[in-house]
């Protein structure tokens, strides 16, 4: 650094300030991309009755079909065998059914369904390196598969365990879970889930809407429910909500706060980049301190 | 102080028993890395739905990242603070970062799963994800790395360009592109050098920021809002053993005399750059009582307080005594624990701290994923023997007693 000058500082310096300006004016917008108001009221939601399922595994049929996976013969679906362990979404299947004892009344044992929550303030979308995942005006978590990287940090983020990875993949391994029917709802049509249901355990509707069913019904019938939506509150809200005769954490619900789960990673990412501040503060204190302990350096060396 | 010192390539046999069997570990993992190219992240990895993140992230991403710290810490103390002393230094520190932050792009390009859209975060932004941040942070760092390596190649060859073959006729404008490089470098090394410190402070901490968001299915002893705290000031107390572990065991391998009072001094930081790490740490685990695990006996508690009194607290004292810090041996294994505790912390951070639910295994590393982390290890050890022996790296003594790094970054 010998020929440097303090003009050649000065000049690089405003240089990188200019640039760094540049960047702040264009990602203010970006950065509250997540933020809750972009979503609609009138977003829709499924309310899942739990005490109303019968196990049908329909859903779990229709799912596969309508996402173009192998669903085999319907009839298959009557074997319950599958209820002796607790399933979770595949690859090819986002939605499955877990059966737990009703002590109430033991021949109706509760059914729970499990796809992925399409939460209003979802961590995937505030997690996916590359934006890949979107939360729709309508409510629909999704996600944009040529974008993907397959780093699965979505996985590492989700609270409720959802998105699965096709591992067994060397080329394109994608990103698998509920998409809530995205094209299907585009079409006027029902999610294929709520579609086939033939008890009505699930009500597609606004989900404004569904809160007020929601709550009707607990207040009729106060023996048949416990008094809790699920997916209410728990992180921050979320389009599918579960009634339950049992609670809810004997029902293998994760047991979550209402604080949104990408809240507390988002904020320390702001504030550590509150409009470049603090790394531009950074680098001036020490390009002050280089420039200092340099001239000091010059001054002790032209006293010797 | 150190005027008949110079760095040179160093001149030693490349190939010694050691050395091979380096070479044999790398060659293994070079196998197990093939066959995750060829069968997909499933065939070679114990990786599921439930435990998305193994040991290529833990270790191989995130404590590399840390374990490079030595690169901006020595940057920051050689030519910031412009502690000559310290000069020696530098140009190591610097490789072994270079060095580790390719092996830990490697990595990355190793563990997802699309590795050849790795590039997408350059142009799809996300500011939201802490994910993204690292990448960026990482791959800025990594150019800046490479930026800050050239005047130890425009010294190397500028005057000496010598292409084989029908290519000697580039060799008088290679030779001139290198003389222009020098002079442009010398006037603007300055910004890179600070933008380096910059970014990895930057990076450094995100790294912490990325479980935080895993919320509740991180282990209580571990997660904690200040994360990215405790994992830059632990990047900053991990930077300095690094240097002197690798300068006495490259010293020893090349049969060359250790820059004993020059690590000695530098050790005298790492004492409370430990205190710091130590205090934070002590101080958050009060602060949300989360010492209330470890009365329980399970694998969490005990790795933590392997951590903590392994990794932390015993090489805190030996790094505070003079006797440690006078001896050869004693600085080798004091910054050996230090760098072993970093270790744990994120592998503990990103694989044992990690709980999803609606499982009841665990996730342990495959053979396959066992052997591709030693293997770019081992790499890496081998690319740095190589290129200490090519490029002017080690400082040795020199005949001469006026002649001074003439390419060295601070002023003449």
């Known amino acids: 650094m010998g020929k440097q000058t303090r003009r050649d500082f000065l000049k690089v310096t405003a240089a990188i300030g200019g640039t760094a300006a540049g960047i702040t004016a264009l990602t203010p917008k970006q950065a509250k991309a997540a933020s809750p108001e972009i979503l609609s009221e009138d977003r829709m939601g499924v309310l899942v009755d739990t005490t109303v399922c019968i196990g049908c595994r329909r859903c779990e049929w229709m799912c596969k079909k309508v996402h173009g996976y192998d669903a085999g013969d319907i009839e298959t679906y009557s074997n319950e065998e599958v209820f002796g362990r607790m399933r979770r979404p595949q690859n090819e299947g986002y939605t499955v059914l877990n059966r737990y004892d009703n002590t109430k009344n033991p021949i109706t044992p509760y059914h729970v369904k499990v796809q992925c929550m399409h939460c209003d303030r979802p961590a995937c979308v505030s997690a996916c390196i590359v934006g890949a995942f979107t939360k729709t005006e309508k409510g629909a978590v999704i996600w944009d598969t040529d974008k993907c990287i397959g780093c699965r940090y979505c996985m590492v983020a989700c609270p409720f365990q959802i998105p699965t990875f096709e591992y067994d993949k060397a080329i394109e391994p994608d990103i698998r879970k509920c998409d809530f029917c995205y094209e299907r709802t585009a079409e006027g049509l029902l999610p294929g889930c709520v579609d086939i249901c033939p008890v009505e355990a699930l009500t597609y509707g606004k989900r404004r809407d569904l809160i007020t069913i929601a709550e009707k019904r607990m207040k009729l019938y106060p023996d048949r429910y416990i008094n809790r939506i699920f997916g209410h509150t728990e992180v921050g809200g979320t389009s599918w909500m579960y009634l339950a005769g049992k609670d809810f954490s004997e029902l293998d619900f994760p047991k979550l706060s209402d604080a949104p789960a990408p809240g507390v990673s988002e904020s320390i990412q702001h504030g550590i980049f509150a409009y470049f501040v603090p790394p531009l503060a950074l680098y001036a204190l020490l390009g002050g301190i280089m420039w200092v302990t340099k001239n000091k350096e010059k001054k002790s060396g032209e006293e010797e | ?412």
Not at chain 2, 27 to 46: D, K, W
Not at chain 2, 199 to 210: D, N
Not at chain 2, 303 to 309: A, C, K, R
Request: charged share 15%; with cysteine.
């Open chain 2, 1 to 412: 102080m150190e005027h008949n010192h110079k760095p040179i390539p160093v001149k030693h046999r490349y190939f010694t028993p050691g050395v091979i069997g380096i070479a044999i570990v790398a060659a293994f993992g070079m196998v197990f890395l093939l066959a995750r190219f060829l069968f997909g992240l499933g065939a070679v990895t114990n990786l599921d739905n439930f435990y998305p993140w193994g040991i290529w992230i833990g270790l191989d991403v995130a404590a590399g990242v840390a374990l490079a710290a030595g690169g901006f810490t020595t940057a920051a103390l050689g030519h910031i603070w412009h502690r000559d002393k310290y000069e020696v230094l530098v140009r190591p520190a610097l490789l072994t970062a270079m060095l580790g932050y390719t092996f830990v792009a490697l990595s990355v390009v190793t563990d997802i799963g699309r590795w050849y859209s790795v590039w997408h975060p350059l142009i799809m932004w996300n500011g939201n994800s802490a994910l993204f941040e690292v990448g960026i942070c990482v791959m800025t760092y990594l150019t800046v790395l490479y930026i800050e390596f050239l005047p130890m190649v425009t010294e190397r060859f500028m005057g000496r360009v010598n292409l084989p073959g029908f290519l000697k006729v580039f060799n008088k404008i290679v030779d001139k592109i290198l003389h222009v490089l020098d002079r442009t470098l010398n006037k603007v090394m300055f910004v890179f050098i600070i933008a380096g410190v910059v970014l990895s402070c930057l990076h450094q901490s995100s790294i912490g920021t990325l479980m935080i968001i895993a919320g509740p299915k991180m282990h209580p002893l571990w997660q904690t809002p200040v994360l990215p705290l405790l994992f830059l000031l632990s990047a900053f107390a991990v930077g300095f053993p690094m240097v002197i572990m690798e300068s006495l065991a490259s010293s020893r391998s090349f049969g060359m005399k250790p820059e004993k009072d020059v690590l000695s001094s530098l050790a005298r930081f790492v004492g409370p750059l430990l205190g710091i790490y130590l205090a934070f740490k002590i101080g958050d685990m009060f602060i949300r009582e989360s010492f209330v695990y470890l009365a329980e006996l399970n694998t969490a508690s005990i790795m933590f307080t392997i951590e903590m009194v392994v990794g932390v607290i015993i090489p805190l004292r030996m790094f505070l005594s003079p006797a440690v810090r006078a001896s050869s041996a004693g600085l080798f294994i004091a910054s050996i624990l230090v760098i072993f505790g970093v270790l744990l912390n994120r592998f503990n951070n990103f694989v044992i701290a990690y709980d999803p639910p609606y499982t009841d295994t665990s996730y342990f590393p495959s053979i396959g994923e066992i052997a591709v982390t030693l293997g770019f290890v081992a790499l890496e050890i081998l690319l740095f023997r190589a290129f200490v022996m090519i490029f002017p790296i080690i400082s040795q003594p020199v005949k001469s007693t006026i002649q001074k790094a003439k390419y060295a970054i601070k002023g003449a």
